[in-house]
């Protein structure tokens, strides 16, 4: 009874402060969903919802203390039903088999691929002979070799290989079927031939009209700043990538400032917060309206309104729809008279990014946006209650400056660590040399340039905004350059970013000094990551590559082939060696047929049709992955196209075979086709005899 006295004690005294824990159980609720193994049937959803109806009845009962816990429940339970009901929302049908043949759509985005290829988005998809009912509504399909002029809202005509979206690449990863589902995409593919366009973008006002403005834009600012530095200015202006090289965003990525080119929160804030700015003071000097008129609500209307345009202009895509959110709050906040940046004021935001895209809290976008807007102002917040401290006003702004970035550096980098599997060691010198230029040049710039568009005299202002954005470069060209200046990091568990957010969130939340107790479990998941966990043996989907744990690192079968698998496996693993690299580790050279033993196991991959033709082994203490269909008589542990079709790629660790299938379970996202169906004892297996007749 003591300790309830207690816990209901620390709940009285958190009153008042506890509506930023509100999006926190929402999306405790949104993770439990994901994290299933199987997809939820409809008793399950009723279920919750009479918890949620009960629960909230329950917190307007007399028993003080326990009435934000009842609520709190009942947010935890509309998490899960609100990812189940948006995961069926927006499900369309997907490719369950490899296609080549003729192809149409209507061209709705227009990006780049890993591999600098032009990469188109389609919809009003017509694929083959392929019924309406089985065909996607939307494919992505990359473009090898030269390509015509193409424009958003053409519909063009090609041939292309199409295959649906692939599954994780290990299992426990980043599950790509998953992201494309809330995409709606159906499949994806490429094309080595000549498009076609058979009709041109329709006329009139909708998604893609905004699109095909945004591309004009793009292309106008690239015609008056050539080359990389233009590249960057229509990223930063209109979302629009396509112009930039891989060199140019690998040197970004190393140096930390990849953050410039996603036009979200410090984007949308730097512009909302000059155009707000420039109206408060504009109007101002005007005494007849500053006497008359509300000067601040008028210049967050103004700000609002600009955080519209940019928005459409931008893509509308799920970092800049967050952005958005946030800042709407903001100036929403300074229209009712309230504080506009609060920890009330993040969590609003959260809760409506969370309620309009649950699927947003995976992403990393979502985490290190809300990660670093907490830790900001939460640390800022407590610096304003501190005042002991006088410091000249010429000074502020610098020590803003650095205390900005280290705290947003510092909240962000073990989530950008956990994705990206790297660091950057000189971020923090890189930022602070290039973030004040991007807000007192390049956005000031660009707002100037769209207001003189009109006039076409925006060549001026873009000109201008080029000279920071040189700047930008130039300082990422230097530090990518530097010694060490990226670290690479073996990717953690999967319970160690929630445990880290949980400590994180409870440090900037809670109230009183049980609040260092949050301290507890960051040091926890840091101490649990560690890169023993990775596994030994990892087998690719496809059956093509194979990679092996070695004391010098993961052991390639093949130099090429799989690329992109291979760059997964290696960045896991926290490994900067390329695969041509990683290959040489191999400590056997067999021609086609790659040989490694480990422990009392023999690993046998053969890597061509040629190497399975005369392959006649299969003993008690071999594991043999063929990409090309075996039929052998014996006990070895065989997985060829087959059976890796039913359990997709491979982990081997501590003599035991885990399947990515397993992993993911039956879910709306799976794959449906009856080849595709789990046999039990594919699911999840030990290394033992597989027979085949």
């Not at 670290?487 to 880290?500: D, R, T, Y």
């Not at 969130?505 to 926890?524: C, D, E, K, S, T």
Request: glycine share 12%; hydrophobic share 50%.
């Amino acid at each position: 009874m003591r300790v309830l006295a207690r816990a209901e004690a620390a709940l009285l005294n958190q009153t008042g402060y506890l509506f930023p824990w509100s999006p926190v159980c929402l999306a405790i609720g949104i993770g439990l969903y994901f994290g299933l193994r199987f997809e939820p049937e409809w008793p399950i959803y009723v279920g919750l919802g009479g918890a949620v109806l009960a629960l909230l009845g329950l917190s307007r009962a007399p028993l003080p203390g326990w009435g934000p816990l009842a609520i709190g429940g009942a947010l935890v339970a509309a998490g899960f039903i609100l990812a189940g009901a948006r995961a069926h929302m927006v499900a369309e049908p997907v490719l369950s088999w490899r296609y080549y043949g003729p192809v149409e759509g209507r061209v709705i985005a227009m990006d780049r691929s890993a591999s600098d290829a032009l990469r188109l988005t389609l919809d009003q998809v017509r694929v083959g002979d392929v019924p309406a009912g089985r065909r996607p509504q939307r494919i992505r399909i990359s473009v090898h070799g030269d390509a015509v002029p193409i424009a958003p809202g053409q519909r063009i005509m090609t041939t292309a290989h199409l295959s649906p979206p692939q599954g994780p690449v290990e299992p426990g990863g980043f599950d790509f079927r998953r992201h494309a589902w809330f995409q709606r995409l159906g499949a994806v593919g490429y094309t080595r031939v000549p498009i076609v366009t058979i009709a041109p973008a329709a006329d009139g006002v909708g998604g893609v009209q905004i699109t095909a403005w945004r591309m004009a834009i793009s292309q106008r600012v690239r015609t008056v700043l050539p080359g990389e530095v233009g590249g960057l200015a229509a990223a930063v202006t209109t979302g629009d990538r396509s112009g930039m090289g891989q060199a140019t965003l690998d040197g970004l990525r190393a140096s930390n400032l990849a953050h410039l080119l996603a036009i979200s929160g410090l984007h949308m804030g730097l512009l909302t917060g000059f155009v707000f700015v420039s109206c408060r003071i504009g109007l101002s000097a005007v005494p007849s309206l500053a006497l008359r008129m509300s000067v601040r609500k008028v210049a967050a209307a103004c700000a609002m309104v600009a955080a519209v345009i940019y928005l459409m202009l931008s893509g509308g895509n799920v970092a800049t729809e967050r952005a958005f959110v946030m800042v709407s709050v903001m100036f929403g906040a300074v229209l009712i008279d309230r504080r506009a940046i609060s920890l009330r004021g993040v969590a609003v935001a959260a809760l409506i990014v969370l309620v309009l895209r649950p699927e947003s809290l995976l992403s990393p976008g979502f985490q290190m946006s809300f990660a670093a807007t907490t830790a900001l102002v939460a640390v800022f917040g407590a610096l304003r209650d501190f005042r002991s401290v006088s410091i000249p006003n010429w000074l502020k702004p610098v020590i803003g400056v650095l205390l900005s970035s280290a705290i947003a550096g510092l909240a962000t980098a073990p989530i950008g660590a956990a994705h990206f599997n790297t660091m950057s060691h000189y971020g923090l010198p890189a930022n602070l040399l290039s973030v004040p230029v991007m807000g007192v040049i390049v956005v000031p710039s660009a707002v100037i340039a769209a207001l003189l568009a009109p006039i076409d005299l925006e060549a001026v202002a873009l000109n201008v905004m080029g000279i920071g954005l040189h700047w930008i470069l130039s300082v990422s060209e230097w530090v990518s350059e530097l010694d060490g200046a990226q670290g690479h990091v073996v990717s953690p568990p999967a319970f160690v970013l929630p445990l880290i957010a949980l400590g994180a969130l409870w440090l900037a939340l809670w109230q009183g000094r049980a609040r260092w107790g949050g301290i507890a479990p960051i040091a926890i998941a840091f101490l649990l990551w560690n890169p023993g966990h990775r596994p030994g043996i990892l087998i690719a989907e496809s059956g093509g590559l194979v990679g092996v744990m070695t004391e010098h690192g993961r052991a390639l079968s093949n130099e090429q082939g799989s690329g992109f698998v291979a760059g997964v496996w290696l960045e896991n693993d926290g490994d900067g060696v390329d695969q041509i690299q990683a290959a040489l580790r191999w400590p056997e050279e067999a021609g086609k047929i790659r040989r490694f033993t480990l422990h009392d196991k023999e690993v046998v991959h053969l890597t061509g049709k040629r190497a399975a033709q005369g392959f006649d082994e299969c003993h008690d203490n071999q594991i043999i992955i063929s990409a090309v269909a075996l039929d052998l008589n014996g006990n070895c542990g065989l997985y060829d196209p087959d059976r890796l079709l039913r359990t997709g790629s491979l982990s081997f660790s501590d003599g035991k075979l885990t399947t990515s299938a397993a992993e993911t379970g039956h879910r709306l996202w799976s794959p449906k086709s009856p080849g595709n169906r789990l046999s039990q004892k594919d699911q999840y297996v030990r290394i033992r005899p597989t027979k085949r007749p």
